[in-house]
C-alpha cells in the first residue's frame, strides 16, 4: 500500500522568502511523485513529477522537488515566493503496474500564504 | 483541461435521492478516475475505469457507483445520497505519467 504525508497544513512565508512544502510517501515499490497546486474553486495542475530519472525535478513556476529515496521524501522548494503561489498544494504518489496503473494517493494538502 | 469536461458544476440535492455526475472527455484516454475531495483529506479516489466497462473501486467506493458505455464517458452515481457525501468530486483522465483534472462538481446533500 502506498502513502503520502504532507508535514504542516498551512504554511505562511514573506514574498521574496524561501519555499519548502515537506513531503514524505511510503511505497512498496519504486513510486511515481508528483506536486500539483490548486487554487480557489479551480481543478488542480500539475506542478512536477518525477518519474524515476533525474532525482532533481523542475517543473512549472520556479518550482522544484528533489527525490531522496533515503529519507523516503520529495520536498517541494521554490528560492522565491510570490504573491502569486498563495494556493493549496497537494504531493502525490502512483506506480506503473497492471490495471491500476495512474492511481494516485494524494496528501492531505498544504495551503501556502504569502504576505507582503 | 486535457478536454475534460463535468457537469453539472454545482448541484443542491436531498438525502435519499439519487445523483449522478458526468465527465466527458475529447481525447480518447483509456484511463478515467473519480476522487472526492474533502477538506484534511486532500483527494481520495472512488472508483476507476480502465477501459469501456471496465471499472474498478477505489478508497472510498462505498454508496457510489460507475459506468462506462463507452470511451468519452464515465459516469459516478450516488444511488441514495447522503449528508457525508457532500464533496467536491473531480474526474481525472490518465496521459502517459500524468493525470489531468476536471474543474470539479460542488455537491451539496441537504
Known amino acids: 500500500a502506498q502513502s503520502v504525508t504532507q508535514l504542516g497544513s498551512h504554511v505562511s512565508v514573506s514574498e521574496g522568502a524561501l519555499v519548502l512544502l515537506r513531503c514524505n510517501y511510503s511505497?512498496?515499490?519504486?513510486?511515481?511523485l508528483f506536486w500539483y497546486v490548486q487554487y480557489p474553486n479551480q481543478g488542480l495542475q500539475l506542478l512536477l513529477k518525477?518519474?524515476?530519472?533525474?532525482?532533481l525535478v523542475k517543473g512549472i513556476n520556479g518550482f522544484e522537488a528533489e527525490f531522496k529515496k533515503s529519507e523516503t521524501s520529495f520536498h517541494l522548494t521554490k528560492p522565491s515566493a510570490h504573491m502569486s503561489d498563495a494556493a493549496e498544494y497537494f504531493c502525490a504518489v502512483s506506480y506503473a503496474g497492471g490495471t491500476s496503473y495512474g492511481k494516485l494517493t494524494f496528501g492531505q494538502g498544504t495551503i501556502l500564504t504569502v504576505h507582503p | 483541461d486535457a478536454g475534460i469536461t463535468q457537469s453539472p458544476r454545482h448541484k443542491v440535492t436531498e438525502t435519499g435521492t439519487p445523483v449522478t455526475l458526468r465527465c466527458h472527455q475529447t481525447e480518447n484516454h483509456r484511463y478515467m478516475y473519480w476522487y472526492r475531495q474533502d477538506p484534511g483529506h486532500g483527494l481520495r479516489l472512488i472508483h476507476y475505469s480502465y477501459g469501456v466497462k471496465d471499472t474498478d473501486k477505489g478508497e472510498v467506493s462505498d454508496g457510489y457507483s460507475v459506468s462506462r458505455s463507452k470511451t468519452e464517458d464515465f459516469l459516478l452515481t450516488l444511488e441514495s445520497a447522503t449528508s457525508s457525501q457532500t464533496s467536491v468530486y473531480f474526474c481525472?483522465?490518465?496521459?502517459?505519467?500524468?493525470?489531468?483534472f476536471g474543474q470539479g462538481t460542488r455537491l451539496t446533500v441537504v
Open positions: 511505497s512498496s515499490v519504486p513510486p511515481y
Open positions: 481525472a483522465i490518465r496521459a502517459g505519467t500524468e493525470a489531468f
Open positions: 518525477y518519474t524515476s530519472a533525474a532525482t
